[in-house]
């Protein structure tokens, strides 16, 4: 089996703050390497479950969606709904989950913006669960600490 | 490359000092030019000078203009707030040249005199430790003085886009969208939701319109222990509404970790009190509230900005990644917080 690819990340990330960064003698360079690292190492911790998350995360607003149909008295939109959620992506690959993910955001935004008008606010509600639910799982600000170390 | 790259002296240290010379009419020399780190909105350097037989050296700061920059400012701006401020109650570094034009050394440049004091992280919050109570007075005193002060309208209304009371959160608003909508790399409800209901739910027209700083926080300003020794960074300045710059100071982003303390320096109850007193203004507090929605909104435009920077290779300095990532999600946090608020009212 080969090496984890976060776990190389991190380590090839460690090198260059501990190896790399003390040869050079600009303090700008150095500061802007060591900030390179850092980001390595952000973005290895999340490599691991974001394809996870935007599974998930697809299948929650497709599911609000579906659920908002009986409240859309707007037959466009109504229309339009039914057509993505009839769309399904079978491919698990990140960017077809991706692609999928920004397709379904734009309708739930499309949906909030109605629920807006007419003040259909348990459903409104239920949208914000989910957006709560999607930024929880994604979030990296709590890393923060461990960038100024 | 861009232009303003290419155009970089090969020996921008001797060229300065050739340059300042012509000027000042003196004879320097450069001993050392340093890049300061952080900041992606100009180059800042650090330059030691030294004049012909003198014996002390002198320390000046050099901000070029860089084409792809985090946020995209006339370097005209910041001259013409730093001239504002000179000699007045709000510490600014003295001017000592401005070229508005790439002619000489290839870009736009600020050349001040360096103030004494340290610019710190705003994502420290002990870096002020044990200074707090002095250094927040005089942070929203400053705020307090920088919103009284009456602004000369022959000399900024040239620069300066000059809005009326009633509209000045409308031209902000859809200058930051506009960006979002130019810069966005997908679509994100939490944002979409809140520029929203900032267009639904306007606040109250501004008691005046001042200069308003941009980005007046935590890490914009020198200390020297215990004293605010400069405001820096005016190149987001503009007219505008005071309550602006109040709210995008107050912002949660700035004190992430210990959010009773805005700026990581005194309390918000505290600061207000002393930017009241100072200003002369009243707060409304509907108002300040859609303001600080704005601030993270706007925020959200300049992390959104930063990140289309760095995957389009047009500008790799990390601290456009950072930005991307860690204020990013930390703003579209405050925006959740803020709108569940709203939702559950």
């Given at each position: 089996m080969k090496p984890d690819i976060n776990q190389s990340l991190m380590i090839l990330a460690q090198e260059l703050i501990q190896r790399f960064s003390p040869l050079l003698h600009e303090e700008y360079e150095q500061s802007r390497l060591n900030s390179l690292a850092a980001l390595i190492i952000l973005g290895s911790i999340n490599l691991d479950k974001e394809i996870a998350n935007l599974s998930d995360h697809n299948k929650l607003i497709e599911k609000w969606l579906s659920k908002s149909l009986v409240q859309i008295h707007d037959s466009e939109l109504k229309e339009e709904l039914v057509k993505v959620l009839s769309s399904g992506e079978d491919s698990i690959t990140h960017a077809a989950l991706d692609s999928r993910n920004q397709l379904l955001k734009k309708n739930l935004v499309r949906v909030q913006a109605y629920f807006e008008d007419i003040k259909e606010k348990d459903s409104l509600i239920e949208s914000w669960e989910i957006l709560r639910k999607i930024h929880n799982d994604s979030k990296i600000n709590h890393l923060l600490p461990m960038l100024k170390e | 490359m861009n232009q303003i790259k290419e155009n970089m002296p090969q020996n921008l240290g001797v060229e300065f000092a050739e340059y300042l010379s012509r000027k000042l009419n003196k004879k320097f020399e450069c001993q050392e030019i340093r890049r300061i780190f952080g900041g992606a909105s100009r180059e800042t350097y650090r330059v030691r000078l030294i004049e012909k037989n003198k014996r002390d050296s002198v320390n000046v700061i050099y901000r070029r203009s860089q084409k792809n920059s985090l946020i995209e400012t006339k370097q005209e701006t910041e001259y013409l707030a730093y001239s504002l401020f000179q000699?007045?109650?709000?510490p600014v570094p003295k001017l000592i040249s401005f070229e508005g034009s790439s002619q000489s050394l290839g870009a736009p440049f600020l050349v001040m005199e360096e103030l004494e004091g340290e610019a710190a992280s705003p994502f420290d919050s002990d870096v002020y430790k044990p200074f707090e109570e002095e250094i927040g007075k005089q942070f929203w005193t400053i705020l307090g003085k920088i919103a009284s002060l009456e602004v000369p309208k022959n000399r900024l209304t040239k620069s300066f886009k000059n809005p009326s009371n009633d509209t000045t959160w409308k031209n902000e608003l859809d200058y930051w969208v506009g960006v979002i909508r130019n810069d966005s790399l997908g679509i994100e409800p939490i944002l979409e939701a809140a520029i929203r209901w900032l267009y639904r739910c306007p606040p109250k027209q501004a008691e005046k319109i001042c200069l308003v700083h941009g980005d007046y926080r935590n890490g914009n300003f020198l200390v020297k222990k215990n004293k605010i020794t400069g405001i820096l960074d005016w190149e987001m300045a503009h007219l505008g509404d005071p309550l602006e710059d109040l709210a995008w100071a107050l912002s949660p982003i700035w004190c992430w970790e210990l959010l009773s303390r805005p700026a990581y320096l005194i309390s918000r109850e505290k600061g207000l009190a002393i930017w009241k007193k100072e200003s002369g203004l009243r707060i409304d507090e509907t108002s300040l509230n859609w303001w600080e929605l704005f601030a993270c909104v706007k925020g959200l435009a300049i992390w959104i900005s930063a990140g289309n920077e760095f995957i389009s290779s047009r500008n790799t300095d990390p601290v456009n990644l950072f930005s991307a990532w860690i204020p990013g999600d930390i703003h579209k946090e405050v925006i959740l917080d803020k709108m569940e608020a709203l939702i559950y009212l």
């Open positions: - | 000699g007045t109650g709000v």
